[in-house]
């Protein structure tokens, strides 16, 4: 089995790792890095749990190939808090109680920053679309929607 | 997959030089939407993976003579985002919007799901429509043909052993065009088209139909062109009347199956009257309106 020996910055931190060509960037990221904030929930790209953001795009990290990240920026869950200050997205869906097992959130918490990145005032129903292929078995999504919301506001200020 | 190889050429020519050396089976990994689900279900045991997102040329979305050039490796996200080619072929981009969730959109491209060669893919029929033309290169040589010839069955290609698409060209349309695509689906988002309709139309100055263009997928073993759409829309200013016309010629050409996601009947139903929302939408477009 060929190891790959992979070269990249993971939360602004240079990383390097060996990895086989079986594994995804979510098999790297949970079993080779102990970076087990991002989820595996379906391994096929249904349910974005994976989310991550590799040079900039929201992606399913189930979905790339650890062999491919050469030189590649990635931002995982682990990133997004600034020391133990929460970032605004995870203290609202604490607050709005947008979470019940916990495994859709790191993904929810990657895309809805992504998606607040490029729109900081998204309407409910761009919400909904942006968050579509994040599924969440537990809350039935209001809590989630209002918590982006939420976060969006404080962000811009308003 | 015990043996699998990956490698990550740095030339069109080397990637055609790993492919074409393969004995067994192998995949070109873009986006790796569908290589990697095919993989992790042991759908496929591949001896070589080739990664084709590090060779320069094959990225991007540009200017040429007479049309616009995209890359096969340009994402989902990237024609989508990208102001002029997302504004000349909106029926391109509702195809491309439809294809999984944005983190999906963020990896996919045009060329894997045209080369996965799905009946149902969502960014072929418009592809079709709009005479797009795919730049094929392999051991013989680089060679230039019709999005239309590339998909011959479910999975099935009519591309050779060391065979890349490395390009698209999108001739442009002239004044007065307009283009759509639409699909039906049980959910709003995250689904396979049960049916989808592709829709170009041109007009002259006083709004009579000068030229249109449609073809269907999820409705036979390859998304197809249906001819007679001209037919029934050619010098018409495309009301009622040929729109109903367009929905027989339609509902005609399919040949479908049935399966979980929709019967023969169903589908041939629906193939009509999606073709009629998507002409209207298609000549709303070409007349300059918003949508
Ligand atoms: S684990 Fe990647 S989308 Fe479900
Ligand atoms: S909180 Fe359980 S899946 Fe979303």
């Known amino acids: 089995m060929a190891r790959h020996h992979v070269n990249c910055t993971i939360n602004g931190d240079h990383v390097d790792y060996l990895c086989d060509t079986s594994q995804s960037l979510l098999d790297v990221l949970r079993d080779e890095l102990e970076l087990t904030g991002t989820k595996e929930g379906c391994a096929t790209g249904d349910c974005g749990a994976c989310s991550v953001i590799v040079d900039g795009v929201l992606v399913c990290s189930c979905l790339a190939m650890g062999a491919e990240m050469n030189g590649k920026s990635i931002e995982t869950v682990e990133g997004m808090a600034s020391g133990n200050e929460l970032h605004p997205l995870q203290r609202h869906f604490i607050d709005k109680i947008a979470l019940q097992c916990g495994i859709c959130t790191p993904g929810l918490l990657m895309a809805s920053r992504k998606l607040l990145e490029r729109n900081p005032d998204p309407s409910e129903e761009e919400i909904r679309f942006w968050l579509a292929g994040n599924l969440c078995r537990c809350t039935g999504y209001n809590n989630i929607v209002d918590a982006v919301k939420a976060a969006a506001a404080e962000m811009r200020g308003a | ?291």
């Not at chain 2, 074409?20 to 192998?26: E, F, H, Q």
């Not at chain 2, 340009?74 to 504004?87: C, P, V």
């Not at chain 2, 979980?260 to 193939?271: C, D, L, N, P, Q």
């Open chain 2, 1 to 291: 997959m015990t043996d699998l190889r990956y490698e990550a050429p740095a030339t069109a020519d080397a990637a055609i030089a790993l492919l074409a050396k393969a004995t067994g089976t192998t995949r070109i990994l873009a986006g790796g939407t569908d290589v990697l689900v095919q993989l992790h279900a042991d759908m496929i045991e591949p001896e070589l993976v080739v990664d084709i997102k590090r060779i320069p040329g094959l990225n991007g979305i540009s200017r040429e003579a007479g049309g616009w050039r995209f890359g096969a490796t340009a994402t989902g996200i990237e024609l989508m985002d990208h102001e002029g080619f997302s504004k000349a072929w909106p029926g391109i981009i509702d195809g491309v919007k439809l294809i999984g969730s944005m983190q999906v959109k963020g990896r996919a491209t045009v060329a894997g799901n045209l080369c996965n060669a799905s009946p149902a893919a969502d960014s072929v029929p418009p592809l079709m429509s709009s005479g797009v033309i795919a730049t094929v290169v392999g051991p013989n040589g680089k060679r230039d043909i019709p999005v239309s010839d590339v998909c011959t069955g479910p999975g099935k290609t009519s591309l050779a052993k060391g065979e890349i698409v490395t390009s698209f060209f999108v001739p442009d349309a002239p004044p007065h065009s307009g283009s759509a695509y639409l699909r039906f689906t049980p959910r709003t988002e995250m689904d396979i088209a049960v049916v989808g309709v592709s829709v170009n139309i041109t007009l002259d100055a006083s709004g009579t139909c000068t030229a249109a263009t449609m073809a269907l997928g999820a409705v036979a073993e390859k998304p197809i062109l249906v001819p007679d759409a001209a037919k029934a829309l050619v010098g018409t200013k495309v009301d009622e009347a040929a729109l109903d016309k367009l929905a027989a010629v339609a509902s005609a050409a399919c040949r479908p199956i049935d399966d979980k996601r929709g019967t023969k009947i169903f589908r041939i139903k629906v193939a009509g009257v999606l073709a009629k929302r998507t002409a209207a939408i298609a000549l709303q477009r070409a007349k300059g309106g918003a949508k």
